[in-house]
């Protein structure tokens, strides 16, 4: 089942008995189960009505033990038991073992007043699996997959509508990049920028750099974006920041080699067919990070990728045995990749 189909029927007031909620995509997660909460109970209910249970300290059973006893003062209870490592292929680390025969008898006579919520920090399920297999025939397992990069957009927008605020040409896009597409980073940086600019204000690039904090991996990113469109002097500028920050040289070209690394198989893939989101679940990355790699890609042809790889491989050698200055071997490099 899909987030949307469970969302419209908890809202219509028909939750299911049971939700294995996984995905990369952990904000919309806790926004589903937020969603959940509300729609079962009031907030003065919650602290006896709402029992939470990590799975990687304590056993399933206490958990179903506690989905089976009655609620109190309230028609349904709510039953939250995190790291359910138990229906990845993932090994736990843990000695705790986990009676799956029980659950599949609880699956097969869920308790009428409880709502069941397993969450699981993985991006795919073993489909393998009698239990996970059980929970697909319920459509009980939802998945929170990265939203695409034009839906990415259009929550950006549609979060600063309701924030009262609009973005300027390149803004949105611009905050999408620094923030790397996460929605929970996204979210506090559009509450940041609405309490800047106040009420129908306008959030222009300027305003974005500004206010946004920025990774040491969304730098580098944004600095290769910036040779690559031939705007040098700004990425000298995020360069110099980044060594003023004491970040080591040797770091940054890796991290330049990683985002070179990704143009090469964002190129190969798309030869193959693959579209963005395949590309980002192939390689392990945002879809939006996807669709940014592939534009830098257009830039270059496969042979002048491996031939930039080789360079910044000479790089991190001569940098490591001294033969160069760090600092100085990062700049003219820079200056032959824009050359």
């Not at 309701?162 to 509450?191: K, V």
Request: aromatic share 8%; hydrophobic share 45%; proline share 4%.
């Amino acid at each position: 089942m899909d987030a949307k189909r469970a969302l419209k029927d908890i809202q219509a007031g028909r939750p299911a008995p049971v939700y294995l909620c996984y995905g990369p995509e952990k904000y919309k997660m806790r926004e589903f189960i937020q969603i959940l909460t509300d729609s079962l109970m009031g907030p003065e209910d919650r602290e006896f009505a709402v029992s939470k249970f990590d799975l990687s300290e304590m056993p399933l059973s206490s958990a179903l033990d506690d989905a089976e006893t009655l609620p109190f003062m309230v028609p349904k209870k709510l039953v939250i038991a995190k790291n359910a490592l138990f229906f990845t292929g993932a090994k736990e680390n843990t000695k705790l073992e986990h009676n799956m025969d029980r659950l599949t008898a609880y699956l097969k006579s869920p308790a009428e007043h409880t709502v069941v919520v397993f969450t699981v920090d993985a991006d795919k399920l073993d489909e393998r699996k009698k239990i996970v297999k059980a929970l697909k025939d319920m459509e009980a397992a939802v998945p929170f997959l990265s939203l695409s990069p034009e839906e990415l957009t259009q929550w950006v927008a549609k979060q600063a509508s309701t924030l009262g605020f609009t973005f300027s040409s390149g803004a949105a896009d611009q905050l999408i990049l620094y923030t790397g597409g996460n929605l929970q980073s996204l979210s506090a940086e559009l509450e940041k920028i609405s309490l800047f600019i106040g009420a129908e204000g306008v959030a222009s690039p300027d305003v974005i750099d500004q206010l946004v904090a920025r990774s040491t991996e969304q730098n580098v990113f944004i600095l290769i974006e910036d040779i690559v469109n031939v705007r040098l002097e700004r990425a000298f500028v995020i360069l110099e920041e980044l060594l003023k920050q004491r970040e080591e040289p040797i770091k940054i070209a890796s991290l330049i080699a990683r985002q070179f690394r990704i143009m090469l198989q964002v190129k190969e893939l798309g030869k193959q067919g693959y579209s963005q989101q395949q590309m980002a679940s192939q390689i392990g990355l945002h879809p939006f990070a996807v669709k940014v790699a592939e534009g830098q890609a257009r830039k270059y042809d496969g042979e002048k990728l491996s031939r930039i790889m080789g360079e910044l491989a000479d790089l991190d050698l001569q940098m490591k045995t001294g033969k160069i200055d760090k600092v100085l071997g990062l700049e003219l490099f820079l200056l032959r990749l824009a050359a």
